[in-house]
């Protein structure tokens, strides 16, 4: 729980911090970037290597996972999209 908590605190953080509609380059949105890295591993520390068998805890520290990295392609996209100057050049 603490690792999900870390991950979409550090998403929403990164979301006010990027202004998004307005695309402001800025690079304090480094710390929620290491902030989600450090919650997703916290995450990954819950998978039982041990244990052979799968069952619905697996399935809910894998969805979590599964979480843990589309936020974590989300704050790199707010961190790098500004400085990406020939996706947002008109024609």
């Known amino acids: 729980m603490r690792g999900s908590v870390l991950v979409l605190l550090s998403l929403a953080g990164a979301y006010f911090l990027s202004d998004f509609p ?3 380059p800025t690079l ?3 710390i929620p970037t290491i902030v989600v890295f450090i919650g ?4 990954y520390r819950c998978v039982r290597s041990r244990s052979h068998q799968w069952d619905l805890y697996h ?3 894998l969805l979590m996972l599964y979480m843990d990295l589309l936020a974590i ?3 790199l996209f707010l961190l ?3 400085y990406m ?3 947002t050049s008109g024609r």
């Open 80 to 82: 790098l999209y500004p």
């Open 22 to 24: 307005n695309a402001r």
């Open 85 to 87: 100057l020939w996706l």
């Open 59 to 61: 399935a809910g520290v």
């Open 28 to 30: 304090l949105l480094i």
């Open 40 to 43: 997703s591993a916290d995450t």
């Open 73 to 75: 392609f989300l704050i």
